[in-house]
């Protein structure tokens, strides 16, 4: 039962450049999230996904994507990378618990 | 709109003395309050919520409406508590908001 997982893990992109983030969980869990993660800043919400086929705009969505390709996966897609983006990327999941399971982080810098 | 302040970047205490994390929040309606710790190089996990009015590894957290409060506190710190503290607030389970964290550093 690995929980949630991220790939990749480290990721230097240059200003311009597109990625796709990927993250899994194998819990069952109906909700899934993309946070990034500032100095100072703590948490911020970018996106979220309360089922299967449903995505909503979190606290700061611009400049992203997301899909919500089956239960288990919840992807964050960065489609002209801008410095700003530097972050620590984190995804998580929860269950009927509303206990947040969160995955290790993916380190983007953007140059 | 910040929904959750957490006043402290930075919170050393000696072991063996009390400690209390602020966390103060913003919401209208009946919030779900939550605790998030994050020991180093560990993921960032569940520490307490309100709603199960829990004590963890010796924390506790008291809902105060009237001051919109949440503060985490222990009375006798530990070396293994230093770590980031998260105070998390929830609107109808789907959208959660995150304070700002405070960083706690128990001295030997």
């Known amino acids: 039962n690995a929980g949630v997982t991220q790939t990749p893990k480290f990721q230097v992109l240059k200003t311009g450049q597109s990625m796709t983030l990927q993250c899994a969980q194998d819990?069952?869990?109906?909700?899934m999230y993309w946070y990034r993660q500032d100095p100072g800043m703590g948490l911020r919400l970018i996106y979220y996904?309360?089922?299967?086929?449903?995505?909503d705009k979190g606290e700061v969505p611009n400049g992203y994507n997301v899909s919500r390709l089956n239960k288990r996966e919840f992807s964050l897609r960065l489609e002209s990378a801008a410095p700003s983006q530097t972050s620590v990327y984190f995804c998580?999941?929860?269950?009927?618990?509303?206990?947040?399971?969160f995955g290790p982080g993916t380190r983007l810098t953007v140059t | 709109a910040q929904r959750v302040t957490q006043p402290e970047k930075l919170l050393s205490v000696f072991k063996g003395a009390p400690v209390e994390l602020k966390c103060n929040y913003s919401?209208?309606?009946?919030?779900?309050l939550f605790w998030y710790v994050q020991y180093s190089r560990q993921r960032l996990q569940l520490l307490l919520r309100?709603?199960s009015r829990e004590s963890i590894k010796g924390f506790t957290a008291d809902l105060n409406k009237g001051e919109t409060s949440f503060h985490l506190k222990k009375p006798f710190a530990q070396e293994e508590d230093s770590a980031m503290y998260y105070c998390?607030?929830?609107?109808?389970?789907?959208?959660?908001?995150f304070g700002s964290g405070t960083k706690l550093n128990v001295k030997p």
């Open positions: 998390a607030l929830s609107e109808s389970f789907n959208k959660f908001y």
């Open positions: 998580a999941s929860t269950g009927t618990s509303y206990e947040q399971y």
């Open positions: 919401y209208s309606g009946s919030p779900e």
């Open positions: 819990m069952n869990h109906n909700s």
């Open positions: 996904s309360a089922s299967e086929g449903t995505t």
């Open positions: 309100h709603i």
